[in-house]
């Protein structure tokens, strides 16, 4: 079975300042990898996914990218930080098969900024 | 726009009872379901996925499909404090070639002993 490492765990930061999380897999290879957010007292927001290596989607016009320089590492990165970057920030992976593609969480990123 | 939405509760039985938490899709071609739990400050964690219409049982989970109606629902026998969280209906859209998983805002459960 697969497991989701992401880190760190949590993060405070100051408006403007950059941002990197980091996320990586293991137990599969060639996995969809996803980052979403859940601001307080809302729902999942799907931000990226990926099919494979260097092939990002954006979901929703912000200020922040994603990366993926290898297989099983996916990164979440900011120039420059808003207030409502705030967030808990997941990771999560599924197969590519349909018995597969069930998509698992990672622990979260807590993140504030200040 | 894709939608999925849940009762916005939230839920509070006592120990021991059914708890009955609902959601509704709005896309007719989607062809998997999940549900979710997620304890305060923890990440998302998978209960059940259903893909075809009618009941999947899981020792005390229930899931239950109804895609002409376009509802599925999770029901929790003989609720235990442990089961206290927030439940997340997740519906697998059609997306250009691919597929993405919309999220509903999720269902506070309490459980009270």
């Known amino acids: 079975s697969q497991t989701i490492h992401q880190w760190p765990a949590t993060l405070v930061q100051p408006v403007g300042s950059p941002l990197s999380l980091e996320c990586t897999v293991e137990?599969?290879?060639?996995?969809?990898l996803y980052w979403y957010r859940q601001a307080a007292g809302r729902g999942l927001q799907l931000l990226f996914y990926?099919?494979?290596?260097?092939?990002i989607s954006s979901e929703v016009p912000q200020n922040l990218s994603a990366s993926r320089p290898q297989d099983r590492q996916f990164i979440l990165s900011s120039k420059k930080l808003l207030l409502s970057d705030s967030g808990f920030y997941l990771c999560?992976?599924?197969?590519?098969?349909?018995?597969?593609?069930?998509?698992?969480f990672g622990p979260g990123t807590r993140l504030t900024v200040l | 726009q894709k939608e999925v939405e849940q009762n916005s509760g939230p839920l509070s039985v006592p120990e021991g009872a059914i708890a009955s938490l609902n959601c509704t899709y709005s896309?007719?071609?989607?062809?998997?379901f999940f549900w979710y739990r997620q304890y305060s400050g923890k990440s998302p964690e998978l209960i059940m996925s259903?893909?075809?219409?009618g009941d999947k049982e899981d020792g005390r989970f229930t899931a239950q499909l109804n895609k002409a109606s376009q509802y599925v629902s999770l029901l929790i026998r003989d609720s235990q404090p442990s089961d206290s969280a927030t439940y997340l209906c997740?519906?697998?859209?059609?997306?250009?070639?691919?597929?993405?998983?919309?999220f509903g805002k999720g269902m506070k459960l309490t459980v009270n002993p």
């Open positions: 999560a992976s599924s197969g590519r098969a349909i018995s597969t593609d069930t998509q698992y």
């Open positions: 137990g599969t290879s060639n996995p969809n």
């Open positions: 990926s099919v494979g290596i260097g092939q």
């Open positions: 896309d007719r071609g989607s062809q998997s």
């Open positions: 259903i893909y075809s219409n």
């Open positions: 997740a519906v697998k859209v059609p997306q250009g070639g691919s597929e993405k998983l919309v």
